[in-house]
T-cell receptor, first 116, second 112 residues
Framework: DAGVIQSPRHEVTEMGQEVTLRCKPISGHNSLFWYRQTMMRGLELLIY????????DSGMPEDRFSAKMPNASFSTLKIQPSEPRDSAVYFC??????????????FGSGTRLTVV | GENVEQHPSTLSVQEGDSAVIKCTYSDSASNYFPWYKQELGKRPQLIIDIRSNVGEKKDQRIAVTLNKTAKHFSLHITETQPEDSAVYFCAPLGGSNYKLTFGKGTLLTVNP
């Protein structure tokens, strides 16, 4: 298995532009998580899906952020419009239904987003 | 929700020494206790985990101990090496959901 695949690895965009981050979870994993990591705030859970359904989006900062999971093998995180304070590394992670029995979370390589 | 605290936030040791990082949590129903290692510029990766029916688990130079009564668990690294330098996160699993709550991380520096 190729693991959790994220794209792009790096994204530089101008303030106000739309940004779309993509994630392909490990085949057979039915939970998917989006995290944001910054020096100041650490690893923050933005949203998580189970069986393609959003379960908890309480970490989504504001209406500018949205996430979708149209099928079991693909998810997107969209920021529109982007702002400089959105600059961070965004990680996608996946796990089986119960991390206890599926070896915890597997993280993707992350997308480093810079908004100028 | 689960409140998770890690101590210390930074730890500097000499190569060969031992390092201990402690994690406290609030949800008494938590039943899974993993530790993740994140090297600079890399993704967090699971290095060891323990379930609530076990008090200690070892894997070569690393071990995790659990005290459910006191609601804390610790990561122990013996004979530290420079490649152990990284940020370590604890992430207990809440009892009522399948969501790991990550601590703020501990930056471990092993000086050669």
């Amino acid at each position: 298995d190729a693991g959790v695949i994220q794209s792009p690895r790096h994204e530089v965009t101008e303030m106000g532009q739309e940004v779309t981050l993509r994630c392909k979870p490990i085949s057979g994993h039915n939970s998917l998580f989006w995290y944001r990591q910054t020096m100041m705030r650490g690893l923050e859970l933005l949203i998580y899906f189970n069986n393609n359904v959003p379960i908890d989006d309480s970490g989504m900062p504001e209406d500018r952020f949205s996430a979708k999971m149209p099928n079991a093998s693909f998810s997107t995180l969209k920021i529109q419009p982007s702002e400089p304070r959105d600059s961070a590394v965004y990680f996608c992670a996946s796990s089986g239904r119960d991390p206890l029995f599926s070896g915890g979370y597997t993280f993707g390589s992350g997308t480093r987003l810079t908004v100028v | 929700g689960e409140n998770v605290e890690q101590h210390p936030s930074t730890l500097s040791v000499q190569e060969g020494d031992s390092a201990v990082i402690k994690c406290t949590y609030s949800d008494s129903a938590s039943n899974y206790f993993p530790w993740y290692k994140q090297e600079l510029g890399k993704r967090p990766q699971l290095i060891i985990d323990i379930r609530s029916n076990v008090g200690e688990k070892k894997d070569q130079r690393i071990a995790v101990t659990l005290n459910k009564t006191a609601k804390h668990f610790s990561l122990h690294i013996t004979e530290t090496q420079p490649e152990d330098s990284a940020v370590y996160f604890c992430a207990p699993l809440g009892g009522s959901n399948y969501k790991l709550t990550f601590g703020k991380g501990t930056l471990l520096t092993v000086n050669p």
